[in-house]
DNA sequence: TTGACGCATTCCGATATAGGAATATGATGC
DNA sequence: GCATCATATTCCTATATCGGAATGCGTCAA
């Protein structure tokens, strides 16, 4: 088996660079693709290429206006990624984040640190 | 050029679904290989290799513990992860994530909205 | 030492990526 | 029709993946 599809979902369309930059221009407003294009300052080929991927895990909706298509952000499919991380965030929002297991120590709220196992 | 290296950053590590079950274990507590391996059911040369993904990126700790190695969650490479992700949510948040685009819309605060999808 | 255990690494194959170049498609205007 | 603009697609190469099988290596026990 090889990798994981770029489409395979949004962790996968996100974990390169330049969509996530065409996501964040959209995130400024809905654009036609020579907007994304001078903004991003790539090739017109692979700009589309990129809003190809983002569109088939549905994270950019298209719309026709004349000769141009206009890309629209549709942020849903990012909850699944914001779901996963957010529980970690105590992690390193804590100043013990050397501890033992940091996540393990939220559960008992706060306790005193003394090891014990698992 | 080729797709960027799993372990050029942590977007790209944790766009594995094992990869991403390998932390969650490990927040519950500090885990040797082999309880991995059970716990996943999978191969074990295929968890030493994820976790070597996890460690260039930092994801993981290891201590060596007699024969065994203990992998330690260390989950401060994510925050870049979560702070990409947050601004996101007041899109999927709010009822009318359809709309033109739901990041301007807000901040024109509340406008109306149409249901429609595609 | 010998053997067993815990884990990491290497070799292999199939897959599919990002980017560049060239080309195709589609709508608009004349 | 024909030229042009806006965008999408195809062809190409280099690279790096995930997984399996086999093997290497360090540690512990007898």
Redesign the pocket.
């Known amino acids: 088996?090889?990798?994981?599809?770029?489409?395979?979902d949004a962790f996968?369309?996100v974990?390169?660079?330049?969509?996530r930059e065409i996501l964040d221009l959209l995130a400024g407003g809905e654009?036609?693709?020579?907007?994304?294009?001078a903004l991003l300052g790539?090739?017109?080929?692979?700009?589309?290429?990129?809003?190809?991927?983002l569109?088939e895990v549905g994270l950019v909706d298209?719309r026709?206006?004349?000769?141009?298509?206009?890309?629209r952000l549709n942020a849903a499919p990012l909850k699944p990624i914001y779901d996963w991380v957010r529980p970690y965030e105590q992690a390193w929002s804590q100043r013990f984040s050397q501890l033992d297991t940091v996540l393990e120590e939220l559960k008992t709220e706060e306790d005193g640190e003394n090891g014990r196992d698992e």
């Not at 974990?15 to 969509?19: M, S, V, W």
């Not at 090739?43 to 809003?51: G, Y």
Request: positive net charge; hydrophobic residues 40%; charged residues 25%.
């Open positions: 088996m090889a990798r994981a599809a770029t489409t395979a996968n369309a974990a390169e660079p330049r969509r654009r036609p693709v020579n907007d994304l294009v790539l090739a017109q080929p692979l700009v589309s290429k990129h809003l190809r991927v569109r298209v026709g206006d004349g000769r141009q298509r206009v890309y």
